[in-house]
Nanobody, 126 residues
Framework: QVQLVESGGGLVQAGGSLRLSCAASGRQFSSYAMGWFRQAPGKEREFVAA????????LYADSVKGRFTISRDNARNTAYLQMNSLSPEDTAVYYCAAAYKLDNALWPEAKKYNYWGQGTQVTVSS
């Protein structure tokens, strides 16, 4: 049974930073892509960033490029999203997701992911 558990969300002022964690369990993830998505109230879920668990490729949405960094720790089976220079527009529920052998061209497509975490709220005040 695959489980993804996010943590690290919270309330932060504009310009601040947060680091989200996604603890993965249930199988070996070496053949998986790990993605972060977010969903603000009244909006569709949108792609934030993704990486290949085996290493190498990383992809960011233009809206977070240069501010957010995705990474993973193999020993801890955990993916991270370091978020800097946060703005109120980043306020959303953030989800991590896993996709088996997903081509990196499809990483931004939420429907292609097999497993999802429960989400963690990030609120950025102005």
């Amino acid at each position: 049974q695959v489980q993804l558990v996010e943590s690290g969300g919270g309330l932060v002022q504009a310009g601040g930073s947060l680091r989200l964690s996604c603890a993965a369990s249930g199988r070996q993830f070496s053949s998986y892509a790990m993605g972060w998505f977010r969903q603000a109230p009244g909006k569709e879920r949108e792609f934030v960033a993704a990486l290949a668990w085996s290493g190498g490729n990383i992809l960011y949405a233009d809206s977070v490029k240069g501010r957010f960094t995705i990474s993973r720790d193999n020993a801890r089976n955990t993916a991270y999203l370091q978020m800097n220079s946060l703005s109120p527009e980043d306020t959303a529920v953030y989800y991590c997701a896993a996709a088996y052998k997903l081509d990196n061209a499809l990483w931004p497509e939420a429907k292609k992911y097999n497993y999802w975490g429960q989400g963690t709220q990030v609120t950025v005040s102005s």
